[in-house]
């Protein structure tokens, strides 16, 4: 299922996808990653929810000091390097076909002190979760990872199972089709959701959600 129709260079919009690499300047560093549209698509490029995901973190709305925070899907891996800088102990993840490319961009973007605590793993969601810690992790962050509809079950999945009632999920959206607020709706049947800021200028709506209690037994 296309996100959006791709013909290169046929909206402005689009052009910037097709530069080799996008520079950004995150917690006071300069932060370049390689893209590579016509090789990986749309793990390869740098999306707008992933750049109005780290304006949030780093105004410091969550704590990332030391904490435990996975990224699913994240394409070139601008948010977890972001969350690294921060000092979080990240684990990056996303399909083993974007692995490569995202561990490039890591490695070139992070000092060796810096990438230590960072794991780059393959996690497509719904699959393989016994792989990660159930209830592991502080802070779940998916920066434009709702568009397949085919993989909301298998998302809300995953979330569930990294997930705590203590976890923090944020989500960076851009909500392009009906069925993408059909997600929410999936997700609020497990975990309490609430839009905490829109970034009006690329039209992008950070989520944060967390873990329902589950129902005792009578
Ligand atoms: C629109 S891109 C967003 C990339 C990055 N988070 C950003 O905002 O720049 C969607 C990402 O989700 C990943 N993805 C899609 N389906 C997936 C699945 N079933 N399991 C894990 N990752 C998936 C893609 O490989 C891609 O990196």
Redesign the pocket.
Known sequence: MA?VPYVQNSLPVLSKFHNSSAQFRFADRNIRLAQDWKK????????????V?CLYLELGKVELKGKRVI?????????GIVAAVLGAHVTI???Q??LDF?SANVEANLSPELRQPVVISE?????GLERYPAGGFDLVL????V??E??FQ??IR?LEHLCSDATVVLL?CKIRYERDTNFLSLLRRRFDVEEVHYDEERDIHLYKARKLPTRGGL
């Open positions: 996100l990986l698509g749309v793990a390869a490029v740098v999306w707008d929810a992933a750049v995901m990224e699913l899907g994240a394409g070139t891996g601008l948010v993840t996303d399909r076909a974007a995202l996690l497509t969601w719904g699959e998916g920066a434009d990872i568009y397949l085919d993989t298998a998302l995953t960076a």
